[in-house]
């Protein structure tokens, strides 16, 4: 758990209220950098982790896979107990209203009513003001934070504009004078046109049509802009802002959408003296001046002509003294990597883990994060099914690496499940001339260091090779049949660029397994099936890469010590096969049928086919692409073509 300084830090530092406690995990997700949550009766902005105090980390977090496809400096996790540190948060919105008397002011305005300094402190820990009671006795009646807040489509936020709401309707110039709003309720529709706000000039409005289009036409008459501002940064610039700030409930979806990074971080032996480097501040001290040069060679020549004498120094101080070739190989990767031109694909990414988990590439063995059996088909008994698999890999420890790399507000930015409206929108705005309008940008929260915060976790898995000498007849032999165009229909509709290789029969196949395993399992594994997650690996017709074809499912958890051990006891041969054979025969049958399994289309956008919340569908925590691209009858055959289903050969004799 962590401690949780709830307030804003003044310039000193100094000011400190009661701490609360908070996982650290949710400070990866829900409760990230920019989101609200509640302490005290307060909401409260969770602020930059540049706040946070530098601690002695004993137990690093190192990917370097992952820092370079960021092009990072490294990660740093939230702080825990052991580390006595705070996090800093900053009350928002800053308006609050008293539920008896609905007094609508912002909480400086409540606070100077105050002068006793026991009253204070206790109004910083929970605001509050006084109320007389009938026996004309003062009790305390604690504020409650307004539900109404502002933000734009830059991630800014600020309060909504209640004053200037309350006036919004009178055709002169906003009148001067000190003026008090009430915050009224009039229960007749049970809708948000219901709360009335009521200046002491006379002028009043309700709240109708605050979600409504016409809300940024009505902002813009009275003058309200977005102001620029984050909230939560640490010597915060206000920047001018043209985008229209548009209403939205404190507690809304859409007011936090974080953009997670997640790597299984597998100890590669090519990056193992780097590894050993990263936390070495001569090494940390060198890389600074050598990613400055403009070219590789340039880099090259400064590190073996001016800073050779550090090379000697290194040498010296990394275990098993490395030569200072080697040390200029790291040198060389960072740099490349640092001044790479364009993002590696998702595929690509993961291609270095396929290698290890099907056996073809080493990994470093001296490490405690990471431990393997591999089980090739040999191993697999005298089981028809077990000819479909090239291999079976027990991943008794595997550490997963999850970084906040930013958010967004209103609609999550390079969304799976949201990327065609973006198009859509970003389309319709440069017809109409919005283009500044539309787009949905995500905030970065990278910090200054050029680190993110990360968190890891510990747990275990099982990766299955399908037979790739299997595949490819198979996936000859569906041309011209109803699945294979139910399938490459999916092409007309407006997919993502990135997501168009993947509408493919294989990979159709690969993503339905996946599923129904995540359900069998959660029976057998004795995990739920919202602590089971899928990772796959899937590539087809690269002229200068192999073919993958591999589904990795896995959980994790905060502990140091991981998990318990029951997934990978399903994944030895005798108890996966059992597991997938049951798995199968599910498959044929929904509770849908015939609707289900003769659908050319359903789900978001059609991209399913055969896939229903009663066969296929699963936990949107356990899947990694929103539910979609799948398909039983790529694996057990339809009605019109029960033969050409991968599976069809084992289950329909």
């Known amino acids: 758990m962590t401690k949780f300084n709830d307030g804003k830090i ?15 995990s949710q400070l990866i997700t829900p409760f990230g950098t920019g989101a609200l949550t509640q302490i005290n009766n307060q909401s409260v902005m969770i602020c930059d982790s540049e706040f946070w105090q530098p601690t002695s980390n004993e137990d690093p977090i190192v990917d370097i896979r992952l820092q370079s496809s960021l092009r990072a400096a490294g990660f ?3 702080p825990t107990d052991i580390t006595k540190e705070f996090i800093t948060g900053v009350s928002f919105p800053q308006w609050y209203f008293g539920p008896k008397n609905r007094e609508l002011r912002t909480l400086s305005q409540w606070r100077a009513d105050l002068r006793n300094d026991a009253d204070l402190k206790r109004f910083d820990v929970k605001p509050f003001h006084f109320e007389l009671s009938k026996s004309n006795k003062r009790y305390r009646e604690e504020l409650i934070p307004v539900r109404l807040v502002c933000a734009c489509r830059d991630g800014h936020i600020q309060d909504f504009p209640w004053m200037e709401w309350a006036h919004s309707k009178e055709k002169n110039d906003f009148p001067r004078g000190t003026h008090h709003l009430k915050l009224k309720d009039n229960p ?9 706000i009521e200046c002491s000039c006379t002028a009043k409005r309700n709240l109708q049509g605050v979600f409504d289009d016409s809300f940024g036409a009505t902002l813009s008459r009275i003058g309200v802009k977005c102001h620029g501002r984050y909230g939560w940064r640490k010597n915060e610039h206000p920047k001018q802002c043209r985008r229209q700030p548009v209403a939205l409930m404190r507690n809304a979806n ?46 090259k020549a400064t590190l073996s002509q001016r800073y050779a004498p550090f090379l000697e120094t290194l040498v010296d101080e990394i275990e098993n003294s490395p030569t200072p070739e080697k040390l200029i190989n790291v040198f060389s990767s960072v740099w490349q990597a640092a001044h790479a031109e364009g993002e590696q694909s998702q595929m690509d990414y993961r291609r270095d883990e396929y290698l290890v988990l099907t ?63 973006e198009q859509i929108e970003r389309a319709s705005a440069e017809v109409d001339g919005r283009a500044d309008e539309a787009p949905v940008n995500e905030v970065s929260l990278r910090r200054t260091d050029n680190r993110f915060v990360a968190l890891k976790n510990s747990g275990e898995g099982i990766f299955i090779e399908l037979n790739s000498q299997l595949l490819r007849p198979w996936r000859n032999s569906l041309d011209g049949s109803k699945i294979f165009a139910n399938i490459v229909r999916k092409l007309s509709i407006q997919v993502p660029e990135n997501r168009k290789p993947l509408i493919d029969p294989t990979y159709y196949m690969l993503h339905t397994l996946s599923h129904i395993l995540l359900r069998e399992l959660s029976f057998a594994s004795g995990y739920s099936s919202s602590a089971l997650k899928e990772r796959l690996y899937f590539s087809s017709g690269q002229a200068d890469k192999s073919d993958m074809a591999g589904i990795l499912i896995y959980t994790s958890s905060a502990d140091s010590e991981g998990t318990l051990g029951g997934l990978v006891r399903q994944g030895i041969p005798d108890n996966f096969f059992k597991t997938l054979a049951s798995a199968l025969e599910k498959a044929r049958w929904c509770s849908y049928d015939p609707t289900c399994i003769d659908s050319s289309g359903q789900g978001r956008d059609s991209l399913n086919i055969a ?17 979609v691209f799948l398909d039983r009858g790529i694996l057990v055959g339809t009605l019109d073509e029960p033969d050409l289903g991968f599976f069809s050969p084992y289950i329909n004799e």
Not at 10 to 24: K, L, V
Not at 366 to 379: A, K, Y
Not at 613 to 627: D, K, M, R
């Open 10 to 24: 003044s310039n000193d530092g100094q000011r400190r209220s009661p701490e609360n406690q908070i996982r650290q």
């Open 611 to 627: 896939a229903c919340h009663a066969c296929a569908l699963v936990a949107e925590t356990s899947c990694e692409i929103g539910n």
């Open 76 to 78: 740093i996790a939230p």
């Open 359 to 421: 056996g073809a590439k080493e990994y470093a063995r001296n490490t405690n994060r990471f431990d393997m059996t591999l089980q090739p088909r040999e191993h697999f008994g005298d089981t028809k099914l077990g000819s479909a698999f090239q291999n079976i890999t027990l991943l008794n420890q595997l550490e997963v690496i999850s970084v906040l790399k930013g958010y967004s507000r209103i609609r999550p930015i390079e969304s799976d499940m949201m990327l065609e409206q």
């Open 254 to 299: 859409n007011l936090y959408f974080s953009d997670i990074v997640g790597s299984v971080n597998i100890p590669m032996e090519d990056t193992a003296l780097q590894e050993q480097l990263t936390q070495n501040s001569s090494y940390q001290a060198l890389l600074k001046q050598v990613l400055k040069s403009a070219t590789l060679n340039e880099m």
């Open 188 to 196: 007749l529709s049970g809708t948000i046109g219901d709360l009335v």
